[in-house]
């Protein structure tokens, strides 16, 4: 049946593949071009917003106006180690993880809402 296939042989007059200039080095180059620039736009930026929240989360006290993730305006009413009661209108008081709490708003801004 291998008459049907023809054999095909290496021809050992062929000049071997010349390894790339510079080899190694180009190889290595590109490694660390690819994790300076992973650096400096993804683990960085990540980094900084995390510590951004961690100091956000750790500052809250009563009294602050705060939103929260789902978009719930309020006003600190409670602090405990990992919950807060936010105050959303009179005499209606929400408890939200800290977690939850997206950001702070200026003094005064539920007022002017």
């Known amino acids: 049946m291998s008459f049907l296939i023809p054999a095909a042989y290496a021809d ?14 180009v190889n290595a180059l590109m490694l660390g071009g690819f994790v300076v620039i992973f650096y ?7 980094a900084k917003r995390a510590k951004e929240q961690k100091n956000l989360l750790g ?3 009563k009294g602050d106006e705060v939103v929260t993730t789902g978009g719930i305006a309020g006003k600190i ?17 929400l408890k ?16 002017a809402i």
């Open 12 to 25: 050992a007059a062929a000049p071997a593949v010349a390894a790339a200039p510079g080899g190694e080095w």
């Open 40 to 46: 400096l736009m993804i683990w960085r930026p990540q």
């Open 59 to 61: 500052g809250l006290q």
């Open 77 to 93: 009413t409670k602090v405990s180690d990992d919950f807060v009661v936010v105050e959303v209108s009179d005499k209606v008081e």
């Open 96 to 111: 939200f993880q800290k977690q939850a709490i997206a950001a702070t708003l200026p003094k005064g801004t539920l007022k």
